[in-house]
């Protein structure tokens, strides 16, 4: 259980210090930055409504993108790539998606899942034949998993491959569907079972688009996203050589969920770029657009869905900034709890921030010539992808009750499991120290009880569900809204924490921590209460200080 996440640990009675310490602040190397700059030069060559009525990459297009780096960022230099550590893709993916979600998400799935799983586990072979052409363009990639009739649940895909009686390849047969860069791969990293009688007993196999029996489908028209390419590919009678198999037989779904944490990591990072770039905009509108003989800006209602676009954009990038720093250290420590938060947070913070945006905009942000209504269709696909929200809102208990239930076999039956969680569960946790802030030191107390509570409530869960706990999901939701409770807040202070070594002026931080501290204490208050709740008494001096981030 060495390479548990911090809040696997957390939850089990251990406050990991070097895991907290490990967060990244805002620094990013010389060569992410020129990347950046790079690319936002070549992107304001090329109107997202334009590509959109276009539908595909013009050629141009892709040959910049090659010449900018964005098909090698996550590529060790040894293999022709840039190298990037995690924070620095990420940075990266931030801006990209703030410029234009459909263009952002062809190198995102190239880089977060489609390639993931052979820089993590495939061989020093693989990775020469494979990763030089990744890192030019020259082969995209892409992630196939999802199938016609199964999705979040991927233990149980029908895709199979059989080996061949001369024990030199592999046969693939079974069909795949919405996969991302469909159309544009020159290369697959596809997961079919290898035993009938084993579900989840899976393989990854590196397959190339151009092999015989590899069927590419049209591209599915969809609500947004058309830049990007989406199709169903189909296998039959596939010959994969047994070299291209990435790890041992049966890896293929550890595989597969160590790549989903990237993919959730990177969608995180993309809503945080468009919740910092819909901040920015909606402050310039609101102190441009005059009504009732005022600037809207002075309107204590848009004045709320301006703070809380940046505030969400904080706390988004705190706890991306956060789990990053583990995987950086560990690229595969186990940080499903943390990636799932991230990726449920985020993505439906965004997709209300981007509602926020158009509603301030007006009548004006409803037409085709402002790009608002182009940004919620591209970006609404995103509490779908890498698992639904409604997924990652009973997930995170889900996965620690199977954590303990998987530490406590070979001990007896439930109430075996129960004593031995109870000892987990119960056992006393500590920081070790306090702040000398006072907003710093209330969310360290608030995330403590809060840790107090969800460890109360998978001990309560265990005993007053049993077996059947696995099945209650609004009780499961109610533990995960409390663990991402938690989560914010120990993010937003470690990574303040971070900022302040960095010699940075933290007051920005703690203004947003102070805000969303008085949202959730504020959330248990009467709506029929006539004096102003806590967050409604902080609001005004909150938002004539702050100042939108650059994003």
């Not at 780096?69 to 840039?82: C, H, K, N, Q, R």
């Not at 942000?365 to 639904?388: A, I, M, S, W």
């Not at 409604?536 to 200080?545: A, R, S, T």
Request: hydrophobic residues 40%.
């Amino acid at each position: 259980m060495e390479n548990r996440g911090f809040l696997e640990k957390l939850y089990q009675g251990e406050f990991d210090k070097a895991l907290f310490n490990i967060c990244h602040g805002s620094q990013i190397s010389d060569k992410a930055r020129a990347v950046q700059n790079a690319y936002m030069v070549l992107s304001s060559e090329y109107s997202p409504r334009a590509l959109e009525e276009k539908g595909e990459l013009p050629e141009e297009l892709w040959e910049k993108l090659k010449e900018t780096g964005m098909f090698a960022l996550t590529i060790p230099e040894s293999y022709g790539g840039m190298g990037l550590n995690l924070s620095d893709y990420l940075s990266i993916i931030e801006v990209a998606a703030g410029a234009d979600m459909a263009l952002a998400i062809i190198p995102l799935a190239h880089h977060s899942i489609g390639l993931k799983g052979l820089i993590l586990y495939g061989s020093a072979n693989q990775k020469k034949e494979y990763l030089p052409p990744a890192a030019t363009g020259e082969t995209i990639f892409a992630f196939a998993l999802t199938e016609p009739a199964t999705g979040s649940d991927a233990k149980h895909i029908k895709t199979f491959a059989q080996r061949s009686q001369d024990g030199s390849h592999y046969i693939l047969n079974g069909t795949k569907t919405y996969i991302t860069n469909g159309g544009y791969a020159g290369a697959l990293t596809v997961f079919a079972q290898m035993d009938r009688s084993k579900p989840g007993f899976m393989g990854a196999f590196i397959v190339e688009t151009g092999w015989e029996g590899v069927e590419i489908g049209k591209d599915m028209p969809k609500m947004g996203l058309t830049l990007s390419s989406t199709t169903p590919i189909r296998f039959k009678d596939v010959k994969v050589p047994v070299k291209n198999l990435i790890g041992k037989p049966g890896d293929g779904f550890k595989i597969a969920m160590t790549c989903l944490n990237y993919g959730r990591l990177g969608l995180a990072a993309a809503s945080n770029g468009l919740m910092a770039q819909s901040a920015k905009e909606m402050l310039e509108r609101a102190h441009q657009r005059r009504q009732f003989g005022v600037p809207i800006s002075q309107f204590e209602l848009v004045q709320e869905k301006i703070l809380n676009a940046q505030v969400n954009a904080f706390l988004s990038k705190a706890i991306t900034a956060f789990t990053a720093g583990m995987l950086e250290r560990d690229p595969l420590v186990r940080v499903a709890i943390e990636s799932s938060h991230a990726k449920l947070f985020s993505t439906t913070r965004a997709w209300d921030v981007l509602y926020d945006a158009l509603q301030i905009h007006g009548g004006s942000g409803y037409l085709k010539t402002l790009p608002y209504e182009k940004r919620l269709r591209d970006f609404r696909v995103t509490t779908v992808f890498e698992g639904t929200t409604e997924i990652h809102s009973i997930y995170p208990p889900l996965f620690l009750i199977r954590s303990m239930t998987k530490a406590s076999k070979g001990y007896g039956g439930r109430w075996a499991l129960i004593l031995k969680s109870a000892f987990r569960l119960t056992k006393r946790l500590s920081m070790g120290h306090a702040y000398d802030h006072s907003v710093l030191e209330k969310a360290r107390k608030k995330a403590f009880r809060g840790i107090r509570r969800v460890r109360w409530m998978l001990l309560a869960g265990l005993i007053y569900y049993g077996k059947d706990v696995v099945k209650r999901e609004f009780f499961l939701k109610r533990v995960t809204d409390l663990s991402l409770q938690v989560f914010i807040l120990i993010s937003a202070f470690a990574y303040i924490d971070k900022l302040r070594l960095e010699g940075r002026n933290i007051w920005y931080c703690l203004d947003c921590l102070k805000y969303y501290l008085a949202e959730v204490d504020s959330s248990a208050s009467s709506p029929s209460r006539i004096r102003p709740n806590l967050k409604e008494k902080l609001h005004h001096k909150v938002f004539n200080g702050l100042k939108p981030p650059t994003p």
